[in-house]
């Protein structure tokens, strides 16, 4: 089944302690991007990545790495998470960086930090 | 730099009515316009593409329009049902940001 994966679904941790949120698409896309959705202000964009080694920032980069070493996967990193990061985050791709394609949306992951 | 505006934000319908969700946006430069469904506690489901050279799509009893010049588009949801409850996102894509989204309707059809 055409998918894109995002673990851990849930997760509550502490300020400051590492994190990784995985997300992992099995439709050879290209294209690859990370949003957070907020109450009252909707989806941003934080990362997206046009292929392997190509990352670049969205709107709200800040506080997040990501990396991209390889076609499948698109890891999101918190090197020292803050509350103002608690929020429900989704991986997508599409197939090509191409502005004419419909993007795929994983299930999302839900992030409280006390 | 684009803005996606949905109206209304919340409309509550009796079950087998026609509606109409709205969609604006500031910049009439797009590529294409996406309308999303978000169930709670999910992510976001496709429903419809529209290309910058078409004026609508259709897909079952939906019906996506769309109209660059205005910077308008409107889904047309025809014999409402109990599961189409959920929230309705906007989403176009211009310059360099591939997909900049509304704030959603959220819709609760009533059995």
Known sequence: EAQVTQNPRYLITVTGKKLTVTCSQNMNHEYMSWYRQDPGLGLRQIYYSMNVEVTDKGDVPEGYKVSRKEKRNFPLILESPSPNQTSLYFCASSLLWDRQETQYFGPGTRLLVL | ?111
């Open chain 2, 1 to 111: 730099k684009q803005e996606v505006t949905q109206i209304p934000a919340a409309l509550s319908v009796p079950e087998g009515e026609n509606l109409v969700l709205n969609c604006s946006f500031t910049d009439s430069a797009i590529y294409n316009l996406q309308w999303f469904r978000q169930d709670p506690g999910k992510g976001l489901t496709s429903l419809l593409l529209i290309q910058s050279s078409q004026r609508e799509q259709t897909s079952g009893r939906l019906n996506a329009s769309l109209d660059k010049s205005s910077g308008r588009s409107t889904l047309y949801i025809a014999a409402s049902q109990p599961g189409d409850s959920a929230t309705y996102l906007c989403a176009v894509t211009s310059g360099n940001t591939p997909l900049v989204f509304g704030k959603g309707t959220r819709l609760s059809v009533i059995a």
